[in-house]
């Protein structure tokens, strides 16, 4: 589950670094040359800023989210890791308790 969330937002922050963060901002760009032309609204220049913004804003939340998403598989992969680890010593340990009791039982030392 977790793996395939990764996945989605990686490819979402593709789309947005390689497509979406440029336009707007060519967008922006454009309005306000426009504006500095006399060609243009300054509520446009503005709405293009606006947009901008929000775009980069999405952007970072969804560096967060997969960031969150790493931390997660993170911990999951560690605590599995140390479950196996206290499993094998446990095994280890019982193996260990069972020769003993057996070297006991048929008088071995």
Request: aromatic share 6%; net charge neutral; proline share 0%.
């Amino acid at each position: 589950k977790e793996l395939r969330q990764l996945k989605r937002l990686s490819d979402r922050q593709s789309i947005y670094q390689e497509q979406l963060l440029k336009q707007t901002h060519d967008q922006a760009e454009a309005s306000l040359t426009a504006y500095t032309n006399d060609d243009g609204d300054f509520a446009e220049v503005v709405r293009a800023r606006i947009a901008e913004l929000n775009a980069r804003i999405s952007a970072l939340r969804i560096d967060v989210d997969a960031l969150k998403t790493v931390a997660r598989i993170n911990y999951f992969f560690a605590h599995s890791q140390s479950n196996s680890n206290a499993e094998h010593k446990s095994m280890q340990t019982s193996h260990k308790t069972n020769q003993h009791l057996s070297s006991q039982q048929f008088g071995e030392k």
